[in-house]
Nanobody, 127 residues
Framework: QVQLVESGGGLVQNGGSLRLSCAASGRTSHSDTMAWFRQAPGKEREFVAAIYRIGSGTWYADSVKGRVTISRENYTYKHNLQMTNLKPEDTAIYYC????????????????????WGQGTQVTVSS
């Protein structure tokens, strides 16, 4: 079992920045796939970004590309989401997710492929 705990959400003005962090504990491994998803009120959950525990490469949704950076801290088993130039449409609950092996690239964006989820952290961007 893996436990994920997010932190760093909050209220920010249009154009502002936030950094979200996800701390993993339990049966983490070097082959993990980590990601961030979000869900806005009345909308379906959507993919934001993904990264592997080991190896290069990051993947982003088109809606956040250029404004968001996903990163990892392997010694502390954290993965982070740095968000800049935030817009009101970024308002959502943000969830971190983890899969206990290396997902194929074509499977990174599907939430059903992730086994573990955090409790979510609210991000609100005021206009």
């Amino acid at each position: 079992q893996v436990q994920l705990v997010e932190s760093g959400g909050g209220l920010v003005q249009n154009g502002g920045s936030l950094r979200l962090s996800c701390a993993a504990s339990g049966r983490t491994s070097h082959s993990d796939t980590m990601a961030w998803f979000r869900q806005a009120p009345g909308k379906e959950r959507e993919f934001v970004a993904a990264i592997y525990r080991i190896g290069s490469g990051t993947w982003y949704a088109d809606s956040v590309k250029g404004r968001v950076t996903i990163s990892r801290e392997n010694y502390t088993y954290k993965h982070n989401l740095q968000m800049t130039n935030l817009k009101p449409e970024d308002t959502a609950i943000y969830y971190c997710a983890l899969h206990g092996s290396r997902l194929p690239v074509e499977g990174l964006r599907a939430g059903e492929n992730y086994d573990y989820w955090g409790q979510g952290t609210q991000v609100t961007v005021s206009s």
